[in-house]
């Protein structure tokens, strides 16, 4: 289960048995559905797909994942809920994490 102060979340390309999960490209996939969810603003007309800033596609250690920020719970629930019971309808490892920026040179 996430905590309800999850700022992101990772839900990423293994099951729970340790099995790459299959597709291949099922981040992109899922990226893309969830690509209509953008802050107001950000929307334009005739765009090409681009990603949602709140479930973008990622590799973290040769491992494919999305990350799912908490701003699109607080937009629109149904697609947060959509994203986290297809990671646990797949038994894909989830785990709750901020990506932190880089040190200063």
Not at 8 to 19: A, N, P, Y
Not at 28 to 33: K, Y
Not at 41 to 62: D, E, F, K
Not at 73 to 90: G, I, Q
Request: charged share 20%.
């Amino acid at each position: 289960m996430v905590s309800h102060n999850a700022k992101e979340v990772f839900i990423q390309g293994v099951t729970h048995t340790g099995k790459t999960f299959r597709p291949s490209d099922w981040a992109e996939r899922l990226a893309g559905v969830m690509a209509q969810f953008k802050p107001p603003g950000m929307r334009r007309q005739g765009a090409h797909l681009v990603y949602s800033p709140w479930c973008i596609p990622t590799l973290v250690n040769g491992v494919k994942c999305v990350v799912v920020k908490r701003e699109l719970r607080d937009h629109e629930p149904m697609a947060w809920e959509f994203v986290l019971n297809f990671a646990h309808d797949n038994q894909l490892v989830i785990t709750e994490a901020c990506l932190l920026p880089d040190p200063p040179a």
